[in-house]
């Protein structure tokens, strides 16, 4: 079974630059999570969606952090403008029930 | 929402010895709770799961109890191997998955 699917794997950019992130989730799982994990800490859940409809995103920061599902497989995240504390690891997952399965994750650096 | 507490943060052992990593939780209605193992540079491994209408659950040398009234749950490892050694995170379902801030697990040869 092939697992899911991020890139890029690594991204630096200076602040205020844009950046997007790219998940391909399980075949089949229809829920699809973006989590943030700054080093050293345990991963924050950014937003949640079931296919294509958002189940909660209230600790994304919509003023910065975008992010869509279409077709319900695919999801992009997205960060314009990015700021110095954007600096960590973006982990996708995806589940068919309750158990998340995590993508390797892009590790993003903002200078 | 749920806040998940997780201790101790970092946790070295002596090869053959166990480990046990604690962690609790908040809300009530919380109802699953997975582990996650997280290798250097990896991505973080669900290692094992309980829902709350088990006390305890056993995979070869990986147990996790639940206790529902205290609301905590507990890792065990036992006879570590260098393997092991991992960033380790607990997680608490409600309506969604919370994680605690993880436990650096060294396991000394």
């Known amino acids: 079974e092939a697992g899911v699917a991020q890139s890029p794997r690594y991204k630096i950019i200076e602040k205020r630059q844009s950046v997007a992130f790219w998940c391909n989730p399980i075949s089949g799982h229809a829920t699809l999570y973006w989590y943030q994990q700054i080093l050293g800490q345990g991963p924050k859940l950014l937003i949640q969606?079931?296919?294509?409809?958002?189940?909660?995103d209230s600790q994304l920061p919509k003023d910065r952090f975008s992010a869509e599902r279409l077709k319900g497989v695919d999801s992009t995240l997205k960060i314009q403008p990015a700021k110095l504390e954007d600096s960590a690891v973006y982990l996708c997952?995806?589940?068919?029930?309750?158990?998340?399965?995590f993508g390797s994750g892009t590790q993003l650096s903002v200078l | 929402g749920e806040n998940v507490e997780q201790h101790p943060s970092t946790l070295s052992v002596q090869e053959g010895d166990s480990a046990v990593i604690k962690c609790t939780y908040s809300?009530?209605?919380?109802?699953?709770f997975p582990w996650y193992k997280q290798e250097l540079g990896k991505r973080p491994q669900l290692i094992i799961d309980?829902?709350?209408?088990?006390g305890e659950k056993k995979d070869q040398r990986i147990a996790v109890t639940l206790n529902k009234t205290a609301k905590h749950f507990s890792l065990h490892i036992t006879e570590t191997q260098p393997e092991d050694s991992a960033v380790y995170f607990c997680?608490?379902?409600?309506?969604?998955?919370?994680f605690g801030a993880g436990t650096t697990v060294t396991v000394r040869a």
């Open positions: 809300d009530s209605a919380s109802n699953y």
């Open positions: 997952a995806s589940s068919l029930d309750e158990k998340l399965f």
């Open positions: 309980i829902r709350s209408n088990v």
């Open positions: 997680a608490a379902n409600d309506y969604k998955l919370s």
């Open positions: 969606f079931q296919n294509n409809g958002v189940v909660d």
